[in-house]
T-cell receptor, first 117, second 109 residues
């Protein structure tokens, strides 16, 4: 499976600031996905990032709050803007392998643990 | 929309006990089904998957069978170990995954 790394692994930030999270994959992939895991909760998809096009956001997430870049087929960034304590979460990126549709399996990075004070 | 419901945790068992974590789903069509595991302080790891009805996924002694008639994908293991302590997530989909709420499992020696 693909090897996925994220930076930073964790951070503590002040409210009102922004943090950019990086996701690097060791192979070229068409789509990358960003998820949020709030404390004690399940994972929720934030957006899908395609190389060369605007990210597609899920209901409840907007580009102004979570801008995403996808400059090439192995890298993506997610920025959490104007942070508040409610943004304290684990942010994970994922990529798919094994084809498309039914055959695809998502693999996840180690996550970025964010605490906003 | 699609959804996944897992049995509520936390679940606490003794070592070598039999484990079942229930997972049921609602979905349009016939999505792939997954179990992911999250060990303390780590990201999600794929545990097993099934892509069509009656498929059985298995890994590390864990098994789950895709049951279309009961829309279920229950996770089982015959003899758990302390090292199995983690949070387990059931999920469905392909590229975009829908997750259950997670079940925290603690195994006592």
């Amino acid at each position: 499976s693909a090897v996925i790394s994220q930076k930073p692994s964790r951070d503590i930030c002040q409210r009102g600031t922004s943090l950019t999270i990086q996701c690097q994959v060791d192979s070229q992939v068409t789509m990358m996905f960003w998820y949020r895991q709030q404390p004690g909760q399940s994972l929720t998809l934030i957006a899908t990032a395609n190389q060369g096009s605007e990210a597609t956001y899920e209901s409840g997430f907007v580009i102004d709050k979570f801008p995403i870049s996808r400059p090439n087929l192995t890298f993506s960034t997610l920025t959490v803007s104007n942070m508040s304590p409610e943004d304290s979460s684990i942010y994970l990126c994922s990529v798919g392998e094994g084809g498309t549709g039914r055959g695809e399996t998502q693999y996840f990075g180690p996550g970025t643990r964010l605490l906003v004070l | 929309g699609d959804s996944v419901t897992q049995m509520e945790g936390p679940v606490t068992l003794s070592e070598e006990a039999f484990l079942t974590i229930n997972c049921t789903y609602t979905a349009t069509g016939y999505p792939s089904l997954f179990w992911y595991v999250q060990y303390p302080g780590e990201g999600l790891q794929l545990l097993l998957k099934a892509t069509k009805a009656d498929d059985k996924g298995s890994n590390k002694g864990f098994e789950a069978t895709y049951r279309k008639e009961t829309t279920s994908f229950h996770l089982e293991k015959g003899s758990v170990q302390v090292s199995d302590s983690a949070v387990y997530f059931c999920a469905l989909g392909a590229q975009k995954l829908v997750f259950g709420q997670g079940t925290r499992l603690t195994i006592n020696p």
